[in-house]
């Protein structure tokens, strides 16, 4: 059976086989009185490792007026457990990731061994 040491030291070493080094701007909406506030964070900088998913190329345009926005979910993320990454309803993730471009966070999968975080693993989505 892998322990958690040997899942982290496996995790690491394939992130260093393709890393990238991004901050991850954060907004939160926290509950405030009788409506939500947006809190602003930052986490970074740390190295990753973006890469394709396995999932069939789709891109989606959000609008079709002037000034569109086009989005593609191919791709994912890969983060050691120092990262601390989270997602929720009230939580908005992006960063940028030269050459690549800008990304957006959607959901977050711990990478759990014997009750203990590994890493994480992130569904992205690429946003032109």
Not at 2 to 8: C, E, G, M, T
Not at 98 to 110: E, K, L, M, Q
Request: a neutral charge; proline letters at 5%; one cysteine or more.
């Amino acid at each position: 059976m892998i322990d958690a040491s040997v899942r982290k030291a496996n995790l690491r070493w394939n992130i260093l086989q393709n890393p990238t080094v991004i901050t991850i701007r954060i907004a939160e909406k926290v509950r405030k009185g009788g409506g939500f506030t947006e809190v602003k964070s930052e986490i970074g900088p740390m190295t990753v490792r973006i890469f394709a998913d396995s999932r069939q190329a789709q891109g989606t345009i959000v609008s079709d007026t002037p000034g569109r926005k086009e989005t593609s979910s191919v791709y994912s993320l890969l983060a050691d457990d120092t990262a601390g990454l989270t997602s929720g309803p009230n939580i908005e993730q992006e960063f940028d990731a030269d050459p690549y471009g800008s990304f957006r966070i959607g959901a977050v999968h711990p990478q759990i061994v014997n009750g203990e975080i590994c890493g994480y693993y992130a569904d992205i989505e690429r946003v032109k």
